[in-house]
């Protein structure tokens, strides 16, 4: 079996519609009628953004929803993604089919398709990149730069959980039921919060909480001001005592958000927590539970 | 200067409107009213789509190129794109400014912006990979699977140039003024051809005429005949005396037409060449100037 018929083998079945079988040049697709387009792109390359041994499946469906993820960042609503891969000779079919796996999965769960995409050669390590489009009401898409003085600081879910289950994936942790490390491999884009009209900014966490408040305050020409105390931990985070860990580890794909103090029964409904707040001034400072001002590895204590 | 801030300086200057100034995560952009959209995405590896030496100028300008030749073959005209770039570390700025300043000038050429991407670390060859958005008039896409029996075979340009050029940098070849690496380095993307009712099925030459042929061939269900000696070879070309390797080899970025035998005096104004026709059957025959069916390296004689 040659290449083409190999890669059509297990990606011609991801295609939607406007894929056009991936038979064709480029793919062709009617945008939703009244709506604006929300797109974004983020690679992944093995050994750096995953582990040379991740499951195919897993890193599959991890690239999906780490885009995905901005995507939920911006408030937007999922519609179809382009991937090209860059694979080590000779192609490993039993890796393509894990991977296309955990796309189909992926796609069936996020209600998505493949539009199109390329796969090449690479002397090098697996590298992937991931395009995804999605659409938002005119006007509506979420910004980092809405943030108001006064504003309170929001996340959704758990804080750390993804950058302790790689150093549990690494052997220099315990992670007793795969709980991090499962965080770790598959975030949870949180796609579909019904925020419209209260969010006033917006991110999703991908290089840590305390460096990422720093660009949604910097973007927003404001302070951050995080309680430490506040940051919502799991109970294997908790486990583990190692809260500064938690607050500067990539790889958590939670949504921060930022909102008028009069908003906080909605967001809490929507599982928000409230961890801090913005503020006139500039950089991120972190307090611990005394109101004292912490001092984080990586010189994240006033980022910005 | 961190990271951030390198990236920043290079490529927030390419950001059109949609790209938010790349300080968000996604790029919003209104599709232009009654249009479909049109979405490719192609990568690129150092030492394997470009040689490790070339300028990263040039190197930016040919990913660009390689990806409008994609919305040339579809009919449609540029919108933006997204990039993501897998770079060794360190950062080479000055790799960084060259590659920036080539996507300048051929975003100012094609009338299109940047609007957004990634860039990561990586311990392989760069890898590049860019996604290009582009528009048509609904239902008016060109297609691979749309050329009729009977239809005649028509292509753009000159063909095979890219390939001598390859071998003349790797030294293979003497290229005396430069010409044959200029077009490997440099595709013209064949955009704004108004042949829209004529093009019956369409798609760019990028893996050598004789295989792309048969891709169009089969997925319009037809076989093709191409006549040897009516394919247009540059002075430089025909200077080298190695017709298979024009034949057969990649990179032309021309476009592949079928139209109606009544349609040759429009393509002929276009500047295109008629190479051959389309007929019941399947595969590819290419023939010598006297008719004699021709045997090409790589199998590709009777394709399909």
């Known amino acids: 079996m040659n290449e083409f018929d190999l890669i059509a083998r297990h990606f011609r ?15 062709v697709l009617a945008p939703p009628v009244g709506r604006e387009l929300v797109i974004s792109a983020d690679a992944m390359v093995a050994g750096v953004h995953c582990l040379a041994d991740d499951p195919a499946e897993l890193v599959a469906r991890k690239l999906l929803r ?8 911006m408030g937007a609503t999922p519609l179809g993604y382009l991937l090209t891969l860059a694979l080590p000779r000779p192609l ?12 189909a999965l992926d796609q069936a769960a996020f209600g998505i398709a493949l539009l199109g995409g390329d796969t090449v050669a690479t002397p090098g390590p697996l590298t992937l990149s991931l395009t995804i489009l999605g659409h938002v009401a005119p006007g509506c898409a979420w910004r980092r730069s809405g943030g108001q003085a006064g504003d309170e600081l929001w996340v959704t879910g758990t804080i750390g959980d993804a950058a302790l289950g790689l150093l549990a994936l690494q ?12 965080r770790y491999h598959l975030p949870q884009p949180r796609l579909g919060l019904p925020l419209d009209g209260v969010v006033h900014a917006a991110m999703d966490l991908s290089d ?3 460096q990422d408040c720093g660009h949604l305050a910097a973007a927003s020409g404001l302070a951050a001001v995080i309680h430490a105390a506040d940051v919502p931990l799991s109970p294997a985070a908790q486990a583990c005592r190692r809260l500064e860990t938690c607050l500067t580890g990539g790889d958590d794909y939670e949504l921060l ?6 908003d906080g029964t909605i967001l809490q409904r929507c599982g928000l927590t409230r961890i801090g707040r913005l503020e006139v001034g500039a950089g991120v400072s972190v307090l611990d539970a005394a109101g004292m001002r912490m001092t984080l590895p990586g010189g994240w204590d006033h980022f910005g």
């Open 92 to 103: 490993d079919e039993a890796w393509l089919a894990g991977f296309a796996r955990g796309l």
């Open 208 to 210: 840590g909480l305390v």
């Open 13 to 27: 079945p991801l295609a939607g519609v406007a894929g056009l079988d991936l038979l064709d040049d480029a793919a």
């Open 257 to 262: 958000v930022a909102a008028a103090p009069g």
């Open 171 to 182: 052997g220099k942790l315990v992670d007793p039921n795969g709980v991090l490390a499962g």
């Open 66 to 73: 780490v885009n995905l993820s901005d995507l939920a960042a």
